[in-house]
């Protein structure tokens, strides 16, 4: 399916790291981090909070702002996870960030950080080289990794950037690929039917691209227009990936997860997460803290206003989640791992990574090395035959699925249920002419029982899918209806489940045939319908099921 990853791609595609962003707001603006760190006692309590809570401002007010925020974000990847979007996913997240971690005066900044003055001054080459240098050499101390060769770094204009980025993404993926990760999405409700993720990519992408890493030419670019104050925030990040990449070949090394989508999220998350840990790390530089000192972080604290672009304003939820999850979930997990530690955890992320999201949603499964079951599904090609070409097969992990139920139950149900995911594979077909869509799914939970409530929770969370739904029948680890488009099949057994979407009950229950699962309940017959095929079928079982649920819930609405 899509992902969306951000900055750190790994696909062929990705063939570049960029990233897009980071306004470092409080250039310019009349309250420093430092002068937050004097915050009344009171007021320190709540020191942390997001720049909305602050300004109510926008990333382009930001400089307004007593408060830092920077937008962050767009990787040259795949769009998150679960988006693939366009192959090259990119990433755009807003982060807000006020400088008061843990009732630390930020000091060091004052250093690092150009002064208001330069905020207006256009950046000559000279100056970004030097600003360059002096940050490079910043995070390598911080992180401890070595500078091991000169670094290629170039100011570019605007334009420049945006054409790379654009150029990146058609590269990365070919039109049919982008056409199949859009309508994997759409398959499994995570973007509206006919969304177009490939103007929408352009679109955050060219909302703002402050700067990029490109691992294939090994070359950190930044925008001109940027202040010098905004850019040093985004060569932390960037030039984080840079060392990283000297050291681990970051491309390579998330290319390895390959094809397991939701590995390579996984391993996207690190590569964000720790480039995020070190922008706070560089933010905290002179304080003698860092983020390790720092009792239980929550990177929730960082989310900025969201929708304070137009673009993002605008995206279904899945796409803001999608494009976050690298950057926070990947920043919690980087905390975690680094709490005790600090930097010289790094090397041991990269010699054993985290194999799932779950890993990366839950940093204690990585430290107890548990590991999701391998998941494989039957060949349905030659069941559906000539007329349905395969679009997509993948795995979606704890953080897809999470994304999945998320879209019809309320998010606690949501992130619960997603937790007892213990591994998963799906495919996605079309069926030539009619564009229709095929989704099979087949999933593992951790215990019989976690199974039975996810039959129960995802359910009703197919009913809330389809809208039009007609000769519903519920039985115990059994459900099905028929849609416009085709039959909706749920099916447990033991600690497993299977789905088939957009189906015929013959094709689902050649589906579980191969699985050795036993035939499903019948379907009741259709009140003037001849019984001719079904009711040899139907007739021996029908009176077992008779009577164990209520009429109400054998009647589609
Ligand atoms: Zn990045």
Same mark, same amino acid.
């Given at each position: 399916m899509t992902r969306i990853s951000?900055?750190?791609?790994?696909?062929? *595609?990705?063939?570049t790291e960029l990233t897009l962003v980071?306004?470092?707001?409080? *250039?310019?603006?009349?309250?420093?981090p430092r002068d937050l760190g004097r915050l009344r006692p009171r007021e320190k309590s709540t020191a942390l909070f997001t720049a909305s809570d602050v300004c109510r401002g926008t990333i382009h007010r930001a400089r307004s702002c007593p408060t830092a925020q920077f937008g962050i974000c767009y990787s040259a990847k795949h769009m998150a996870s679960h988006v693939k979007l366009s192959g090259l996913g990119l990433c755009a997240l807003y982060l807000s960030l006020v400088l008061f971690l843990g009732g630390v005066a930020v000091q060091a900044q004052e250093a690092a950080v150009a002064p208001p003055s330069a905020v207006s001054k256009p950046v000559t080459d000279a100056d970004f080289i030097a600003a360059a240098d002096e940050v490079l050499g910043q995070m390598s101390q911080i992180t401890g990794l070595k500078l091991v060769t000169p670094l290629k770094k170039s100011l570019r204009s605007r334009e420049e950037i945006r054409a790379y980025v654009i150029k990146q993404m058609n590269e990365d993926k070919n039109a049919a690929e982008r056409y199949a990760d859009e309508r994997s999405a759409e398959a499994f409700g995570l973007l509206p039917k006919g969304f177009d993720l490939d103007s929408f990519m352009v679109n955050v992408l060219t909302e703002q691209v402050e700067g990029l890493y490109d691992p294939k030419t090994r070359e950190f670019y930044i925008a001109d227009w940027s202040p010098l104050a905004d850019q040093r925030m985004v060569m932390a990040h960037e030039l984080t990936h840079a060392l990283e990449d000297q050291h681990f070949q970051i491309e390579a090394w998330a290319k390895a997860a390959r094809p397991n989508e939701d590995a390579e999220l996984a391993r996207d998350s690190v590569l964000e997460g720790s480039a995020m840990a070190a922008m706070i790390d560089y933010l905290m530089l002179g304080t003698g803290r860092s983020l390790k000192d720092v009792p239980d972080f929550d990177p929730g604290v960082l989310i900025g206003d969201l929708g304070s672009t137009a673009t993002l304003q605008k995206a279904p939820p899945f796409l803001k989640d999608a494009l976050m999850f690298p950057y926070l979930g990947g920043l919690t997990f980087s905390a975690a791992v680094m709490k005790n530690t600090g930097w010289f955890a790094l090397p041991g992320l990269f010699e054993k990574p985290p194999v799932s999201t779950q890993q990366i949603l839950h940093p204690a499964l990585y430290r107890s090395g548990k590991t999701p079951r391998s998941v494989t599904l039957p060949p349905l090609e030659k069941m559906l035959g000539d007329n349905w070409s395969k679009l997509d097969e993948n795995i979606m992990g704890e953080f897809g699925w999470k994304e999945v139920l998320k879209q019809f139950l309320d998010n606690d149900r949501a992130k619960s249920l997603a937790a007892a995911w213990d591994g998963d594979r799906y495919m996605v077909f079309e069926q030539k002419g009619t564009k229709r869509l095929l989704l099979a799914t087949r999933l593992y939970l951790d215990s019989e029982e976690l199974a039975a409530r996810f039959f129960g929770q995802y359910s009703e969370a197919l009913e809330k899918k389809y809208s039009e739904r007609t000769n519903l029948l519920r039985r115990p680890n059994f459900f099905s209806f028929d849609t416009p488009d085709g039959g909706v099949f749920l099916d447990c057994l033991g600690d497993e489940c299977v789905t088939l979407e957009g189906a015929t009950r013959n094709m689902f229950d050649g589906f579980t045939k191969t699985l050795n699962w036993p035939l499903a309940p019948p379907p009741r017959e259709r009140p003037?319908?001849?019984?001719?095929?079904t009711a040899a079928i139907s007739a021996p079982a029908a009176p077992l099921v008779a009577g164990i649920f209520p009429p109400a819930a054998q009647t589609a609405p």
């Open positions: 951000p900055c750190s791609s790994t696909s062929p *595609a990705r063939k980071a306004v470092f707001a409080f *250039a310019g603006s009349q309250q420093t003037g319908a001849a019984p001719a095929k």
